[in-house]
Nanobody
């Protein structure tokens, strides 16, 4: 099983980035997929989640700015991040869950300059 996250980088405050996470080795359409992030010295936190039926949920601080989506034909999820703030800077991880099966990607770094 592999979850390959990409799309991170350096962006100015107010800018946008689109993260991608490509999954392999799982029946992707069955999995609940999510993005988490972890800033230095802080705990990993849930950012956004999308069910197998494409229902979505977001942490309050990103609502209206971030959009999670999935493309089952490509075994890929996305996180469109707009109006980025310095406090959004973190390593972003994708996560896949189905029953007792859980997998993590390797993370992609997002840096936001003020």
């Amino acid at each position: 099983v592999q979850l390959q996250a990409s799309g991170g980088g350096l962006v100015q405050a107010g800018g946008s980035l689109r993260l991608s996470c490509a999954a392999s080795g799982i029946t992707f359409s069955l999995y609940v997929m999510a993005w988490y992030r972890q800033a230095p010295g802080k705990q990993r936190e849930l950012v956004a989640i999308i069910s197998s039926g494409s229902s979505t949920s977001y942490r309050d601080s990103v609502k209206g700015r971030f959009t999670i989506s999935r493309e089952n034909a490509k075994n890929t999820i996305y996180l469109q991040m707009n109006s980025l703030k310095p406090e959004d800077a973190a390593v972003y991880y994708c996560n896949a869950v189905f029953g007792t099966h859980q997998y993590w990607g390797q993370g992609t770094l997002v840096t936001v300059s003020s």
